[in-house]
């Protein structure tokens, strides 16, 4: 055997696992290969960068497009008829809004909490979506992009700034940054840490939310690449039921995951709303 034909079948037997993670220009199309067709995948369109800004699409803004959708159109049917006792799906989310809001919101921002209850329920309905998307095969997991959090991340911190200086004003807000009777001499240190504080909220939110997202596909995709590697069918039951574990506990971790984003979020916005408390 050449070594042009060894090295194609090693790169044949090779387990692309970050390939199915990262983002790409194209859809996967399940069972179906047509070489002179679409060869198993869709491509999607590509655009010239617009001020340098590239506004291409993807299938993670698929996804969105898809999560968007579905949620959306969900909640249109759960709540198609005006009840007093909602039934079936909307008890469903019914359930979780007053959950969010009775025991999250209220609690933590009090009674002036109710003005930011659209954005928080939003962030969480969507992050959940996208999460619970992502688990289905040849789909793929938004909110496991950095620059998708890193959004969801911006915007709440945009939300945050605002509630702080609606309530403090502007001079007030900075001015709360600081801890009362703190000495002046140590101003120079404080100050850049409590500035250093304040950025670094948006920034745990984005990481938390994107590394917990990635990393759980990433488990499920070494488990069952294992048996391809190995070439073991005897590891092949053992693979299978770790993967299928991992994967159940995914199911879940894409519910907690949107609500501590939600949490979070609701922490940071009072924090600034009300930083007497």
């Known amino acids: 055997m050449s ?43 590509q ?18 497009w898809i999560a968007s959708t579905l949620l959306v159109g969900l909640l249109l049917m759960a709540f198609r008829r005006r009840e007093l006792v909602p039934s079936g799906l909307g008890n469903f989310f019914e359930s979780i809004v007053v959950f969010i809001r009775d025991q999250v919101v209220l609690p933590t921002m009090g009674e002036g ?5 659209p954005y928080l329920l939003t962030a969480f309905f969507f992050i959940l979506s996208c999460n619970l998307l992502g688990l289905i095969p040849y789909a793929a997991t938004a909110t496991g992009n950095v620059n998708v959090t890193a959004a969801l991340a911006l915007m709440t911190f945009a939300l945050t700034l605002g509630a702080g200086i609606r309530h403090n004003g502007l001079f007030g807000f900075f001015k709360s940054i600081i801890p009362h009777g703190l000495p002046l001499w140590l101003l120079p240190i404080m100050i850049p840490v409590e500035l250093v504080s304040m950025f670094s909220r948006p920034f745990a939110l984005c990481i938390r939310l994107f590394a917990n997202m990635i990393a759980g596909h990433m488990v499920i995709l070494v488990f069952l690449g294992i048996i391809i590697l190995l070439k073991a069918l005897w590891l092949a039951p053992l693979s299978v039921a770790f993967a299928t574990a991992i994967y159940l506990l995914e199911i879940f971790i894409a519910f907690v995951q949107a609500f501590i984003f939600t949490m979070l979020s609701t922490l940071f916005i009072g924090m600034a709303a009300h930083p007497e408390h």
């Open 3 to 45: 070594g042009e034909t060894q090295a194609a079948g090693a790169a044949h037997q090779q387990i692309d696992i970050l390939g199915h993670l990262l983002n790409h220009d194209y859809l996967e199309v399940p069972f179906f290969n047509a070489p002179h067709l679409i060869d198993g995948k869709i491509p999607l369109p």
């Open 47 to 64: 655009f010239d960068p617009i001020w340098g800004i590239d506004l291409s699409i993807t299938r993670h803004v698929v996804m969105l």
């Open 113 to 117: 909490g109710r003005a930011y209850l």
